[in-house]
């Protein structure tokens, strides 16, 4: 009996010390569930945090004019005493996934919507009784995810049968690419048999495209602008080839077997094209398929019997610069040095050969160099030095057009007068404000602004010198500027906010054209002059001067949107 009693102590013990490991262990186990919960948590936090919009309303809080955060919403909650949501309200907001609209709200003005790629749902109240003719282009959303109570027709807006991993797709038919900025590999679905127009349009962050068989037709602008595109492989089946524009990384490019046409334009600005074959089934390459194109004879294998319009055939190809004889044709715009130094070889800079090469700041003419070709250096904005060496003897027309240096900072050893060839000195060039007699003639932009101060001192600003800075979002302009130039800041898509002065007395043609999220300005009693299409697909322009032809192109004028625009 001893026994068994001292054994069922040892038994109790072992139960004990068994349930204490199997606590410790569950604490233990307890401990590291929690840490890796909350690690994949914090991995994943910028998908899962969502972003509220933050509304621009109406001083009366009913109408929803702008939204202040457009690349960073995902979601928006309309306060229910709105009745109305203004012209491109949330126009490029990219992020947002679904629009619910409160019932109460009666009017929905053009553009509202335009370019919210990420849309996925709509609901439309029937209290909406007005909608605009346009106010939802380029979105692209399934038919079982609208919910239209108003029976409007929502203008723009494409019905698609699938939008699965952001591919857009109708009747087989990739339209659009919801491109969220962070990949960079992508797979088209198969199944697809067309690529639309401009179904990938500025993706730029893409490097790698696979293209599936069963794809027969490319369409134009497919492509365009994919600057970080370095690598595609198009499929046997394919029969037109077109919309590779401005893929500038792209280095090389093999048509396959069973293409028959190479559509206009269609590797136009493919600056970075090393080596390009194409096969004896192409037919027809139509004009300028190949514009700004140079590769050398070795690297350009066409079997087919049409010419490869366009395509410059170089002698050497080395260090971006693509050389025929001694004349330097092109310098590759993928580049991205900032101080150039050309070959001690070359006796010409050909037509346009730097054309829109704003990456670098310096250049190195060698004195072997006699003749510089028309818009040679056009477009080249951000040279702050400048040295032209005796040798040179002709220069063309606006080769340096749009080109900015400080006295200081330009070595002119030539006979030729360059500011008859475009290019301007500048009193000062501080900060990427060039001013001359104190007009802003450029902003050297480098696409990282958001918000931008003129100085004081500034009295006018000049044409075309905020043309398409496309990522500012504010600009303010200081006391004592009189003057707006034509096209100043046209094509400053993202522009929200400006501010003119009490002072100014004139607005050039075009000056504020295509500032198409600029929902609302308001232009001083001071302002005499305006010029044609000032403020073209503005939202609404403020006014009670005297200066006939109001709106100027804006959509509305005091609020009230103008008939037949």
């Given amino acids: 009996k001893k026994g068994i009693n001292k054994k069922m102590k040892t038994e109790k013990k072992k139960l004990k010390i068994g349930v204490a490991a199997v606590l410790i262990l569950a604490f233990f186990m307890a401990i ?48 229910n005493e709105v009745t109305s949501i203004g012209y491109a309200a949330f126009a490029r907001c990219k992020k947002l996934t679904s629009i619910s609209i409160p019932n109460g709200v009666e009017r929905i003005g053009n553009y509202a919507f335009s370019h919210c790629w990420g849309l996925r749902s709509i609901t439309i109240p029937k209290s909406v009784i007005s909608m605009g003719w346009y106010s939802f282009p380029q979105c692209y959303v399934t038919e079982k995810n609208i919910k239209d109570e108003s029976e409007k027709e929502l203008g723009g807006l494409t019905i698609v049968d699938t939008d699965k991993d952001g591919f857009c797709i109708l009747d087989k038919k990739l339209l659009k690419y919801r491109n969220t900025s962070t990949e960079e590999n992508v ?14 349009e500025k993706c730029s962050n893409l490097k790698s495209i696979t293209i599936p ?96 319009s366009g395509l410059t055939i170089i002698d050497t190809d080395k260090d971006g610069f693509c050389i025929k004889g001694n004349k330097l044709c092109r310098y590759r715009s993928n580049r991205t040095e900032t101080n150039i130094q050309i070959p001690n070889s070359v006796t010409s800079i050909g037509e346009k050969a730097f054309e829109g090469c704003s990456n670098f700041s310096g250049i190195n003419i060698p004195n072997s160099v006699t003749n510089i070709e028309d818009y040679a250096f056009d477009g080249c904005c951000n040279i702050i030095k400048l040295s032209i060496p005796k040798s040179v003897t002709k220069v063309g027309e606006n080769s340096f057009h749009d080109c900015y240096v400080t006295r200081i900072n330009f070595n002119n050893e030539s006979k030729v007068d360059l500011e008859t060839k475009g290019l301007t000195i500048v009193d000062t060039d501080d900060k990427g404000f060039c001013v001359r007699n104190h007009i802003l003639c450029k902003y050297r932009y480098s696409r990282k602004e958001k918000d931008i101060t003129i100085p004081k001192g500034i009295t006018a600003i000049g044409e075309k010198a905020f043309y398409d800075c496309r990522n500012i979002i504010s600009i303010e302009i200081p006391n004592g500027v009189t003057s707006i130039g034509d096209s100043a800041f046209r094509l400053c898509m993202q522009l929200e906010s400006i501010d003119i002065p009490n002072g100014v007395t004139n607005i050039g043609k075009d000056a504020f054209s295509e500032c198409e999220l600029l929902s609302s300005i308001d232009i001083p009693n001071s302002v005499t002059s305006i010029g044609e299409c000032a403020f073209g697909r503005v939202g609404n322009v403020n006014y009670s001067g005297s200066v006939s032809g109001a709106p100027w192109e804006a959509r509305a004028l005091n609020g009230v949107e103008q008939e037949g625009l």
């Fill in 213 to 308: 068989k069963g794809v027969t037709t490319i369409e134009s602008g497919a492509f365009l602008g994919c600057s970080g595109l370095t690598s595609i492989t198009i499929p046997k089946g394919v029969t037109s080839i077109d919309g590779f524009e401005e893929c500038s990384s792209l280095t090389s490019i093999t048509i396959p077997e069973g293409v028959t046409t190479i559509e206009r334009g269609a590797f136009w600005g493919c600056s970075g094209l090393t080596s390009i074959t194409i096969p004896k089934s192409v037919i027809h390459i139509e004009d300028d398929a190949f514009y700004g194109c140079y590769v050398t004879k070795e690297n350009f294998k066409n079997e087919s019997k049409a010419e490869a």
């Fill in 32 to 79: 590291i569930f929690f840490i890796v919960k909350i690690f994949f948590l914090q991995s994943a936090e910028p998908e899962l945090n969502p972003v509220a919009a933050k509304l621009i309303l109406s001083k009366d809080k009913t109408s929803v004019v702008g939204v202040e955060n457009r690349e960073e919403a995902t979601y928006v909650e309309i306060p």
């Fill in 187 to 200: 797979s088209i679905p198969k199944g697809v048999t067309s690529i639309e127009d401009y179904a990938f």
